[in-house]
């Protein structure tokens, strides 16, 4: 019954890495997000989409990059891996268009990503 | 900012009800209100939502005042499972508009 997955429960990368988080959703959902998690900071929006290849900066784009080729795939891109990029990344998707099942009216997350960068 | 404000931490005895308040006093005619809870290392799950009705499926109730400015989400028998951080949003039903979440309220169940 997984609708949004993650492609990696936990990641480790060293610093300089280039980093592709993949996040795919199976609910044809025309919205998609990237959150970071952090204690005490809550959920922050890094990048969403509304629509195949468009993107809209979030909160805190800077060092991220993302990519939409397909409908149902958002993937980050953390082109150069710092420490303070070590983080829990949450990927979220939601619905444009109604349909008829109300709880897919709002968002849908992801299990988690978490990533430490060394 | 974020739309919604919520206490910052709550406690509630096993088997009692948990009562969460949400202030929302800005929202819009066309904006429902969001529950959802994150437990621990997981991503955040739906719970519940609701216009201006209250609403109740298997995990809680909502109750959403007559002016809709604000909203409780009532676990009605809390168990050490429900330990979590609950977060209230409100957001248009279909909407390209982004949502930011705000800290929610982390409710501890204690035996």
């Known amino acids: 019954d997984v609708k949004v997955t993650q492609s990696s429960r936990y990641l480790v990368k060293r610093t300089g890495e280039k980093v592709f988080l993949e996040c795919v959703q199976d609910?044809?959902?025309?919205?998609m997000f990237w959150y970071r998690q952090d204690p005490g900071l809550g959920l922050r929006l890094i990048y969403f989409?509304?629509?195949?290849?468009?993107?809209e900066k979030g909160d805190i784009p800077e060092g991220y990059s993302v990519s939409r080729e397909k409908k149902e795939r958002f993937s980050l891109i953390l082109e150069s891996a710092s420490t303070n990029q070590t983080s829990m990344y949450l990927c979220?998707?939601?619905?444009?268009?109604?349909?008829?099942?109300?709880?897919?009216?709002?968002?849908?997350f992801g299990s988690g990503t978490r990533l430490t960068v060394v | 900012d974020a739309k919604t404000t919520q206490p910052p931490s709550m406690d509630c005895a096993e088997g009692r009800a948990a009562n969460l308040p949400c202030n929302h006093s800005?929202?819009?005619?066309?904006?429902?209100v969001y529950w959802y809870r994150q437990i621990h290392s997981q991503g955040p799950q739906y719970i519940i939502h609701?216009?201006?009705n209250n609403e109740t499926n298997e995990m809680a109730s909502l109750i959403i005042t007559e002016d809709r400015k604000s909203s409780t989400l009532i676990l009605p028998h809390a168990t050490l499972r429900d330990t979590a951080v609950y977060y209230c949003?409100?957001?248009?039903?279909?909407?390209?508009?982004?949502?930011?979440f705000g800290p929610g309220t982390s409710l501890s169940v204690i035996p």
């Open positions: 979220a998707s939601s619905l444009v268009r109604g349909n008829s099942d109300p709880s897919n009216y709002g968002y849908t």
């Open positions: 609910m044809d959902h025309e919205n």
């Open positions: 989409s509304y629509d195949v290849k468009m993107k």
């Open positions: 800005t929202i819009s005619g066309n904006e429902y």
């Open positions: 609701g216009l201006k």
């Open positions: 949003i409100v957001r248009a039903k279909t909407s390209y508009d982004k949502v930011i």
